[in-house]
């Protein structure tokens, strides 16, 4: 087996962005998500909130691309290694349950755009895609 690592990598940064952009979601509106999606070329959050969540983009946007300067270093381990059960930690900003694969550091993700769906019955998502994809 051979890892395609560019195609890796885009996953990587898009899924990572993706937990940025929902843990600053989480604290801005207190919303529940209800589902998400990583592919290649971008990613999806869906939150239940019947309102327009655009509103808040430009603030998400300025924390999100701040953390994305600042370029911390993104802590990977086991809270419980029998388990398997994995998580990633920004020291001061956040540790979150998640198995998934993360970069090493907020600045390897790299700067996002952000674009509202409204898929209806009380439901909003959050289209995510890299401003530099490779």
Not at 2 to 28: C, G, N, S, T
Not at 29 to 54: C, M, P
Not at 76 to 90: G, P, T
């Amino acid at each position: 087996m051979k890892i395609d690592w560019p195609r890796r990598f885009k996953l990587m940064r898009l899924h990572f962005a993706a937990e940025l952009i929902l843990e600053l979601v989480m604290r801005k509106l207190g919303v529940e998500k209800i589902g998400a999606h990583i592919a290649e070329t971008k990613a999806r959050i869906d939150f239940y909130y019947d309102q327009n969540i655009s509103v808040v983009f430009t603030d998400l946007l300025e924390e999100y691309n701040a953390i994305v300067a600042a370029d911390l270093p993104i802590i990977k381990d086991f809270s419980d290694v029998q388990n398997q059960r994995r998580y990633w930690e920004i020291a001061g900003f956040s540790k979150v349950p998640c198995g998934g694969t993360h970069v090493n550091s907020t600045g390897e993700v790299g700067y996002v755009t952000l674009k509202r769906v409204n898929i209806g019955g009380g439901k909003e998502r959050i289209e995510i895609k890299l401003v530099k994809p490779d």
